[in-house]
């Protein structure tokens, strides 16, 4: 193996924080967004400001143009976003470097982005089945 062939760790560690994986986790929210309009028949949208925080919002009912914020994810801190949710609890996502990969976690919990996407998003598309 060359210098060149191992694997770059290095470029890893460094992409490990908020502002990264901010964005990683708005296209993953994207495409449930997305979804969740197609499949549920309720219209929603999700938007990503300056960077640093995501916006999920929904079609208020009985109503062509008011919608209504339902969930905010932003950069609490150089490893950390706090999601505020208008039908759920406040959720902290963890951001960690474990010394050869980057990992996310809620409550000590290791989870994949999908994962920490329908966390945060299912209570807004489901209520509280």
């Known amino acids: 193996m060359t210098d060149n062939e191992h694997p770059n760790w290095i470029k890893a560690r460094v992409a490990c924080n908020a502002e990264t994986w901010i964005e990683r986790l708005y296209g993953v929210m994207k495409i449930d967004v ?49 999601a505020a949710s208008s039908v759920g609890t406040d959720t902290i996502v963890n951001i960690h470097w474990t010394g050869h990969e980057c990992e996310l976690s809620i409550c000590e919990k290791k989870m994949e982005p999908w994962e920490i996407s329908r966390r945060l998003l299912e209570p807004l598309f489901f209520g509280d089945d």
Request: hydrophobic share 30%; no cysteine; aromatic share 2%.
């Open 34 to 82: 997305q979804r969740a309009t197609k499949e549920t028949g309720r219209e929603h949208r999700i938007d990503l400001r300056n960077g640093r925080e995501i916006t999920v919002s929904s079609l208020v009912e009985d109503s062509t143009d008011q919608w209504q914020a339902r969930l905010g994810l932003t950069i609490a801190a150089p490893n950390t976003l706090r």
